[in-house]
């Protein structure tokens, strides 16, 4: 079984920055992929970020400049610093660890992130 736990979110004025954290535990594979998607109220699930194990990045395109994912694959921790917040970041954060080999995935539950204007 895997955990995962995310925290950082909170409320942040237009313009700030945030840093969420998100930590595996359990039956940790090295070969994987862990990530940040968000959802707004009254919409889908959207990707954020996500990093493999090799350190091999992917940005939502709407994101990129703002928003930078890292992991410490020694803590089994992905962060994701989100700089230059909008009221339209608002949103519950979830994180997940994937793992291709297994096609298998787990997610948290999520932390709230307010952007106020």
């Known amino acids: 079984q895997v955990q995962v736990v995310e925290s950082g979110g909170g409320l942040v004025q237009a313009g700030g920055s945030l840093r969420l954290s998100c930590t595996a535990s359990?039956?940790?594979?090295?070969?994987?992929?862990m990530g940040w998607y968000r959802q707004a109220p009254g919409k889908q699930r959207e990707l954020v970020a996500t990093?493999?194990?090799?350190?091999?990045?992917n940005y939502a395109d709407s994101l990129k400049g703002r928003f930078t994912i890292s992991r410490d694959n020694a803590k089994n921790t992905v962060y994701l610093q989100m700089n230059s917040l909008k009221p339209e970041d608002t949103a519950v954060y979830y994180c997940?660890?994937?793992?291709?080999?297994?096609?298998?995935?787990?997610w948290g539950q999520g932390t709230q992130v307010t952007v106020s204007s």
């Open positions: 359990g039956d940790i594979f090295s070969i994987n992929v």
């Open positions: 997940y660890i994937n793992y291709p080999t297994l096609g298998t995935d787990y």
């Open positions: 990093i493999t194990s090799f350190g091999r990045i």
